[in-house]
């Protein structure tokens, strides 16, 4: 298993895991949508705005995550982790948690200082995230479900809060994923 910074010959590839991954847990429309979003991202955010971490087993991606910038008008700097996949015959394995350690790891020696995700809280809660409220770090969009705003500080013990709107990049800039 190795973990590393995505090749942009791989694009095809991991919009395919994406793709893949989401249709079997959430059906083919999700599917679609989610592998559409991880391209979109890919090729049309600018590359000091993003990271793209990848998972490989003997050369073949099983996993990949994408950080994206959010924009705050303090200029913290802070990055989205969305979208996350790991391929449907390696769940369970804990390889998603190492990826995301290795790209939160990564970021955070890259000068970002907050990370933020929207997802289940039981499996983010593995890698550090913690439940945090519009109160703390308004979300860009309204939450269609707020228990998944999640946050954590990759350089101190909290996060302080955060007055004004967070904004993200154009690809994740629709009300449909939040």
């Given at each position: 298993?190795?973990?590393?910074?995505?090749?942009?010959?791989?694009?095809?590839?991991?919009?395919?895991?994406?793709?893949?991954?989401?249709?079997?847990?959430?059906?083919?429309?999700?599917?679609?949508?989610?592998?559409?979003?991880?391209?979109?991202?890919?090729?049309?955010?600018?590359?000091?705005?993003?990271?793209?971490?990848?998972?490989?087993?003997?050369?073949?991606?099983?996993?990949?995550?994408?950080?994206?910038?959010?924009?705050?008008?303090?200029?913290?700097?802070?990055?989205?982790?969305?979208?996350?996949?790991?391929?449907?015959?390696?769940?369970?394995?804990?390889?998603?948690?190492?990826?995301?350690?290795?790209?939160?790891?990564?970021?955070?020696?890259?000068?970002?200082?907050?990370?933020?995700?929207?997802?289940?809280?039981?499996?983010?809660?593995?890698v550090g995230?913690?439940?945090?409220?519009?109160?703390?770090?308004?979300?860009?969009?309204?939450?269609?479900?707020?228990?998944?705003?999640?946050?954590?500080?990759?350089?101190?013990d909290k996060?302080?809060?955060?007055?004004?709107?967070?904004?993200?990049?154009k690809a994740?800039?629709?009300?449909?994923?939040?």
């Open positions: 298993m190795k973990f590393s910074i995505y090749n942009p010959g791989n694009i095809e590839e991991i919009k395919a895991l994406f793709t893949k991954t989401f249709s079997d847990s959430e059906g083919k429309s999700e599917g679609l949508l989610i592998g559409n979003l991880a391209y979109d991202l890919m090729i049309n955010t600018d590359v000091q705005d993003i990271y793209v971490f990848i998972a490989t087993d003997n050369d073949q991606i099983i996993g990949s995550i994408i950080f994206s910038k959010l924009t705050i008008e303090s200029e913290i700097n802070a990055f989205l982790l969305a979208p996350v996949a790991i391929h449907t015959r390696y769940q369970g394995k804990g390889i998603g948690q190492k990826l995301i350690i290795f790209g939160l790891d990564t970021i955070k020696e890259n000068g970002v200082e907050l990370a933020f995700t929207y997802g289940d809280p039981n499996f983010y809660s593995k995230f913690r439940p945090i409220t519009e109160k703390l770090v308004k979300a860009p969009f309204q939450l269609t479900y707020p228990e998944g705003w999640l946050g954590q500080s990759l350089v101190s996060i302080e809060p955060i007055s004004g709107k967070l904004s993200c990049v994740l800039n629709k009300a449909e994923y939040w």
